[in-house]
């Protein structure tokens, strides 16, 4: 018996059912996480970092789930961060990479190829290194080799969902280095924002009072477009693009405004918008079986005047057009206490869509044959 998704989406039974990986118990855990690896941090003295000058710029390396953390330091040092961060998802690194940066390893399994390779290359160019990643890994070898830091994360779950133990060293790092202000107590003031949206996004919470859920549903059968409207909400667009793409098997676009609206905005216009371009197509076939856009704004709670009439005013044409709009608004005070909201309610969010079309949210069976046939 197929369930409709509205129906599915208040069975906590039936959502347990269908998520057989845990991906829900894995979202849960983004509080612990913060915590988990706070302590992780303490324990490896990340606060020598303090003592150390100021690096010429800070080069983070990461692929895939855990390539997200190095623009989740960007996003929280912001624009007044005093050096250049530079999120690197590839082989080797950049030639200007030297002595005088801070090069960051972050992979949740410790054997990422790309992220490895990017790492020896550091080792081999003296620079100064900060590795976060599986504690007994090929990655841990390597930082021992080039004498880094190294602060261990969390295991058993995906990469994509252990978010929060990867980045949370970075952002305390970055503390410590000068690069942003985010105090022991703002971290856990993270973990204690966390704890509430788990609690106002679990499984057995009516969608009409879930956000996860309810995005969810207005997601189910779209092609989903994401903007953030400050650089801090547009790395969780892309974050919730990825995770749209991975749980739920998904396409989705993202972009951040203002540059959105020099380009992206003119989809209103196009065949995934209201209205059918087909003048001989039935009309009630037509609208059925259409797949439709949809566009999900990642509001910041500071943002430029100018870029939120720009958000006030995509919003209007998307409605105007026949897209249908979706909003979340960041809460919290500090940087990383905002990205996270956003980023937890995406996390939520792309389960519930998977789990309401069907679709098991854990396995990512393209990315390990496409591995395989690549000989890696």
């Avoid at 790395?235 to 749980?247: H, I």
């Avoid at 720009?310 to 990205?339: C, I, M, W």
């Amino acid at each position: 018996m197929t369930l409709p998704a509205d129906v599915l989406l208040d069975s906590p039974s039936e959502l347990e059912a269908r998520d057989p990986g845990g991906m829900l118990r894995a979202v849960a855990s983004a509080a612990g996480q913060v915590r988990e690896a706070a302590a992780l941090c303490v324990e490896a003295d990340v606060a020598q970092l303090s003592r150390e000058d100021l690096p010429r710029s800070v080069v983070v390396l990461g692929m895939g789930g855990s390539g997200i953390a190095g623009d989740v330091l960007g996003a929280v040092a912001g624009p007044s961060c005093p050096v250049p961060v530079l999120s690197h998802r590839g082989y080797g690194l950049p030639t200007w990479v030297g002595a005088a940066d801070l090069v960051i390893a972050a992979s949740c399994s410790g054997t990422t190829e790309e992220t490895l390779s990017g790492l020896e290359e550091a080792a081999r160019r003296g620079c100064r290194l900060l590795v976060v990643g599986a504690a007994g890994s090929p990655l841990e070898a390597l930082a021992a080799r080039g004498r880094a830091l190294f602060v261990p994360a969390s295991q058993g779950r995906q990469p994509r969902s252990s978010i929060f133990s990867l980045s949370t060293p970075l952002v305390i790092a970055g503390d410590a280095l000068g690069l942003l202000s985010c105090s022991a107590e703002e971290v856990e003031a993270t973990a204690v924002l966390l704890e509430r949206l788990a609690a106002r996004n679990r499984p057995d919470a009516e969608t009409v009072l879930n956000p996860g859920k309810t995005l969810a549903l207005s997601l189910t059968g779209q092609l989903p477009m994401v903007w953030g409207s400050s650089p801090l909400s547009g790395v969780a667009a892309a974050r919730f693009a990825c995770q749209l793409n991975e749980n739920a098997k998904t396409p989705a676009v993202w972009g951040v405004l203002p540059e959105a609206g020099h380009n992206q905005v003119v989809a209103f216009d196009g065949p995934f918008a209201g209205g059918s371009h087909d003048i001989f197509a039935d009309p009630d076939e037509d609208e059925a079986a259409r797949t439709r856009l949809h566009l999900v704004l990642l509001r910041d709670t500071e943002e430029q005047p100018p870029v939120a009439r720009r958000a006030q005013v995509a919003r209007d044409l998307a409605r105007s057009r026949g897209v249908g709009v979706s909003e979340l608004v960041a809460e919290g005070l500090s940087p990383f206490q905002r990205l996270a909201s956003l980023v937890a309610v995406g996390d939520w969010a792309s389960t519930y869509l998977a789990l309401a079309e069907g679709t098991d949210p854990t396995p990512v069976d393209a990315i390990t044959e496409l591995k395989s046939q690549a000989g890696r």
